[in-house]
């Protein structure tokens, strides 16, 4: 996809816009065995790849979370490693690129915007899921209580869905910028088509789904407490919703007793006032 008019745009935003659209790329050498920069950037593709569709997959379950509980908790577990994974391939290309390797230093810098932008992806996407961990671990109730700002409780849910929302800004700007590039790199349309090391790639790719889902499977069984936490919670709102209709309609009973014995006393008032007079009239 060819975009005109770019030459109107800063310099930083023409550079994400054109890598965006996989209109410009890094050439990346090819090395024997694993593949060298070209080999990295395949493996940290489908990395990101795998990350995304975990992630819509952990967002939907938000549409109904009561429900799909354990499916979130699974989920998020499962994105961790995917998540290490990830970092870990960029940080190896990056601290290759810093300590001035030839080949990675041939293969350039990624745009000033995203290389600005990639350490906000990576802690907003750790914090996100660290705390989530941890409000499996300790619970949202007060025994995961953190303390009070600004007059609120501060505990692992509420620093849960703020990681959360800032998480969801960081990376939807990334995903803009990298998903078509991912995309081409995964399905072998950018980039050298032969890139040695497609073996020992899959079979990293391979170990992490394993070690994922053994930590999703560990966490969810793990997450038994924090699962009974809510459900209590749940009921317990429940209770409390139907025993205050049970003291609206004991106090709607009493009302009404009480209005009947009023209308009786009134009633029996009169009659007793006629009585009064009758005896009064015999005695005279």
Excluded at 7 to 27: F, N
Aim: proline residues 5%.
């Amino acid at each position: 996809m060819t975009i005109r008019g770019l030459e109107t745009l800063p310099t930083p935003v023409a550079e994400v816009v054109t890598t965006a659209v996989g209109q410009a790329h890094r050439e990346d050498p090819v090395r024997p065995r694993t593949g060298g920069p070209a080999g990295n950037a395949r493996l940290t593709a489908w990395l990101g790849m795998l990350l995304l569709v975990a992630f819509v997959v952990e967002c939907a379950t938000l549409l109904s979370l009561h429900g799909l509980l354990s499916a979130h908790i699974f989920v998020g577990a499962l994105l961790v490693p995917l998540a290490l994974a990830k970092t870990a391939t960029t940080v190896w290309r990056m601290l290759r690129y810093s300590f001035g390797n030839a080949d990675y230093r041939s293969a350039g810098p990624p745009p000033l915007l995203l290389r600005l932008l990639g350490p906000l992806v990576v802690l907003t996407s750790l914090a996100v899921l660290g705390t989530g961990v941890a409000l499996v671990a300790i619970g949202s109730g007060h025994r995961g209580s953190l303390g009070g700002f600004a007059g609120c409780r501060l505990d692992a849910l509420t620093l849960h869905k703020a990681a959360f929302v800032l998480w969801l800004v960081v990376t939807s700007l990334h995903t803009l910028a990298r998903l078509v590039p991912a995309m081409l790199l995964a399905g072998r349309r950018l980039g050298p088509r032969n890139v040695p090391g497609g073996g020992l790639r899959l079979a990293t790719l391979a170990l992490v789904v394993a070690v994922s889902i053994a930590t999703g499977a560990v966490v969810l069984s793990l997450g038994g407490n924090y699962r009974s936490e809510r459900d209590r919670g749940f009921d317990r709102r429940h209770d409390d919703g139907a025993a205050c209709a049970q003291v609206h309609l004991g106090s709607a009973h009493i009302q009404d007793h009480s209005a009947s014995l009023r209308i009786t006393c009134d009633n029996a008032r009169p009659a007793g006032n006629a009585g009064a007079v009758n005896v009064g009239a015999a005695l005279a």
